[in-house]
């Protein structure tokens, strides 16, 4: 196995560690570096205070290959990233010329001017190289100190961030060899089943690869991301994408496509390629499903529109629906999403409609809370199914969503367009 | 000042460092103890990997009064952290019968049969107390060295780490002096303005505290959390109180109230106060504020119900809007977004309706992407208002939402229920 380069993370900045915010960059910068094969080999989190600044970097710096750093590159007086890691580093701060026309570019392109304090910005580590940041005024920073060991300093806003790292700092990565050019990583997502079945299929394909590839999972509501990471060198990209391709094959219809597919998208482009459209009826998800559509650009193709009917008025009085069924069967219950789907559909005239029906909770009523019934209405026919749904009000909402989702899902594959699955990339 | 105690949190889990999860523990640990007066000094994650753990835990015992490691306590061979902590400690590991009957008892209540693995999770770090898991099989530890310094190991799923923090860590460090019993904190939220605006208006009020609070900002989109944290402990919970009031007073209708209230909630708050109900008409947010209503539990007693009508032909036939009407000014505008409202208040028989049209994007159309107008009817009359939002569809839809709900509560306070803003509890 080839020596691979440690690198670690720092995030400065004192919400971090009062929990005012999430540190998304970890998750960022560790999947992005993940998928070139270079793993973080730790991280961490210190406040805006010179003292832990400088502590947290020189440990870090005495036994990494490569130190990344974000945030405290602002222009105000607590933004003391550069100036303490100069100095850790034993090199001075100086004036960049090219820095400086960048910033007076970004203010005179908004109109507006900058203050004295943005020109400190103009300052960086002796010797670094600026990373340009057309999205703030603050650049990153690229130092080598000539030994093989580089520290490069990025600044927190997300907006700025992402951007320099995905377009600066990983072809400078590339270049030197520390990451990957080809994708040592594949991923894939499943729906429908849960992480311990996925698992239990999937090893066994992964047994005659052990400590050549490792297998992590990642469970959303309803969904498992998987991802196959080619730990060893001799793991070719081609042997990546066969495994990938039996691991499609053993999860089969709950394999949901490689990357990280969006459930509604899927739905939407098939009906689109077909010129039919869609029409939702939901009473517990409030919304939620309709939204989930309306979420995919170009949408409105396919999508007519949707109905939340809360309360049973609502119910009779928009879709129709006839005050008998919803005496005899109830609200929740197989027959009333059947007749919801149907009546949706035919009221917006769309091809395809389908209806959620339940109750969220905390409240049940002649079910228990978590009880949701699916209705889908299609040229081919009309279809119910009823879940139960562990969880809170906003997760049964969230599983419900991708329970009707995915019923939709199957029911296209196994009846109407059966070759929803792609090959791998 | 007096002398705080340092506390680190070093968070294991390779799922962590490669992008697959977020640090949560990081920001409910944080957020729990500078609630308290307590900050974490610094944070940290390491890979499943003993010399990592070793490591990293090592650091940390060496410079912080409290350590709280989380994760790797399970029952499978790569869950090390006790074995791994118990050695930097120079401690042996035993069996602990307490754990032991509570593991059996876990089991037996759901009807299963431990495995070998599970009692692996009985033995804990010599002279460790172990901390109860009624979710799970991994007991949390606590462990004290005698000379002031204390190690606290945590089970890695939320729904065990959570509450064993609250109900079982806090109250010892309460116990201790480590934190204040008293809150050293105060939390409001402001809405419809920025955060450089809100900074503007309480930083003078601020000013005289220097060194005594300070003050953190978290923006959502469309809303601002503002944390108040006495640092000092001349600083009284009374003064903080009158800090926050003062705070409110120069917000005026941009403050929404003390801890994170939902301006979803607090609309049907008011409207269920009143027995009022309301209903909603939606193009470009596709069901997403419909949703927001039905994420309050009760919403049905005052939410009717929501029409979302993407098409054209939806906003036709669902709400009987005149061709010409849409012909005229295009569905994307001031009358539209009012006649919408005032179409799904008679069709749902509402009091109150609130409707958003606009384009979310990427596309614009008469106007450009991220223009939204919001229509309210109300019994007092009806009301319509532009906004335009920078941002890719989903933040536009998210925002136009947020705009939706601020212009409602905005609405309510000045023409119908004047007391919406709430006094300090």
Redesign the interface.
Known sequence: MRHHKTVEFIAIG???????????H?????????RRGL?????????DHPD?IRR?FS?AWSRADLVLVSGGLGPTSDDLTCEVIASALGRDIEHNTGVESDIREFFKRRNRVPSANNFKQCSIIAGAEPLRNPNGTAPGQWYSDGNGRIAVLLPGPPNELNPMFLDQVLPRLESLGWVETGSKELEFRSMGIGESLVAEKLEPLLEPHKGLVQI???AHAGMI?V?L?AIDESFQPEQLRTLAENCRDVLGEAFLGYGQPDPAELILNRLRANGQTLA?A?S????????R???I?G??KV?????????N??KE??LDLPGCLLEQHGAVSAECAAAMATAVAE???ADFALSVTGF???DGGREPAGTVYIGYHSPCGIWSRKEVFPGN??QV?ERAVLAALNFMRLQLMRNEVPDMIESVK
């Open positions: 004192d919400e971090l560690l009062i929990g005012l915010r999430s540190n998304g970890l998750t960022f910068i560790g999947e992005q570096l993940a793993r973080l080999s730790s991280a961490g989190e210190v406040p832990a947290a440990e992590a999972y990642c991301d991802r990471n939702t939901e517990c998800t409030g919304g939620l499903l309709s939204s559509f309306t979420d650009s949408a409105s999508f007519m529109g949707g109905l939340v009917c809360y309360r008025e609502a009085s928009m009221r917006m005239e969220a909770g905390p009000r906003a909402k």
